[in-house]
């Protein structure tokens, strides 16, 4: 059982203002003197612990919270209006995607490599949230209108599209996120999707 404090720091993301918030919003929680559960709440494994200063506060049960972490995230996206999470192919690798799904940079079933040679070169570079290669990451886009769209359009044309999934894609564990080109300098690695 962990304090709500303690599931957000686990997760990588504030507890206040945003989950104590997004708790408050959705009648898992109220705010009175102090905070205290609803009847929703304690169905999603909300618990009260209390120390021997009879101090008390609101744990949960880390299994059942994490369906209720999930839907958070997707409320921090659809309040940035996400509704999909975008990924860049050749059209000439659509059908192995289709059949064996996405696979990170190293993608065997992979027939037209479209990533820059220059820039994947640097993406050996270790990111340090999970301390995995960046090549070992799918590389999505909240937006796909960016400098490697521009690219790619003058070197393959037409046969570059854009492939929209539904934003639930980040509810997934290892997530990263980065402001900017994961292999610019200036760079910034997060797990925090708030």
Same mark, same amino acid.
Request: proline share 3%.
């Given at each position: 059982?962990?304090?709500?404090?303690? %599931?957000?720091?686990?997760? +990588?993301?504030?507890?206040?203002?945003?989950?104590? /918030?997004? *708790?408050?919003?959705?009648?898992?929680? %109220?705010?009175?003197?102090? #905070? !205290?559960?609803?009847?929703?709440?304690?169905?999603?494994?909300?618990?009260? +612990?209390?120390?021997?200063?009879?101090?008390?506060?609101?744990?949960?049960?880390?299994?059942?919270?994490?369906?209720?972490?999930?839907?958070?995230?997707?409320? &921090?996206?659809?309040?940035?209006?996400?509704?999909?999470?975008? $990924?860049?192919?050749?059209?000439?690798? *659509?059908?192995? %995607?289709?059949?064996?799904?996405?696979? @990170? +940079?190293?993608?065997?079933?992979?027939?037209? /490599? %479209?990533?820059?040679? !220059?820039?994947?070169?640097?993406? =050996?570079? &270790?990111?340090?949230?999970? +301390?995995?290669?960046? $090549?070992?990451?799918?590389?999505?886009?909240?937006?796909?209108?960016?400098?490697? *769209? #521009?690219?790619?359009?003058?070197?393959?044309?037409?046969? =570059?599209?854009?492939?929209?999934? #539904?934003?639930? =894609?980040?509810?997934?564990?290892?997530?990263?996120?980065?402001? @900017?080109?994961?292999?610019?300098?200036?760079?910034?690695?997060?797990?925090?999707?708030?």
């Amino acid at each position: 059982m962990l304090s709500t404090t303690m %599931i957000a720091k686990n997760y +990588h993301f504030k507890a206040k203002p945003f989950l104590f /918030d997004f *708790l408050i919003k959705n009648n898992f929680i %109220i705010k009175k003197d102090s #905070y !205290e559960l609803t009847s929703k709440g304690i169905k999603i494994g909300g618990k009260y +612990h209390s120390n021997e200063k009879g101090e008390k506060w609101i744990v949960w049960d880390e299994k059942k919270f994490h369906n209720t972490i999930n839907f958070f995230k997707l409320e &921090i996206l659809k309040q940035y209006h996400i509704a999909t999470i975008d $990924h860049m192919i050749h059209i000439d690798n *659509l059908d192995t %995607i289709l059949q064996y799904g996405l696979f @990170s +940079h190293n993608n065997p079933y992979k027939k037209i /490599d %479209i990533s820059n040679k !220059e820039v994947n070169s640097k993406r =050996i570079k &270790i990111e340090p949230i999970y +301390h995995k290669s960046i $090549h070992n990451y799918v590389p999505f886009y909240f937006n796909p209108r960016n400098a490697m *769209l #521009y690219r790619n359009q003058q070197v393959f044309g037409e046969n =570059i599209i854009i492939l929209g999934f #539904y934003n639930k =894609i980040i509810c997934k564990d290892n997530v990263i996120f980065t402001n @900017s080109n994961a292999v610019a300098k200036s760079s910034i690695f997060t797990n925090d999707i708030t």
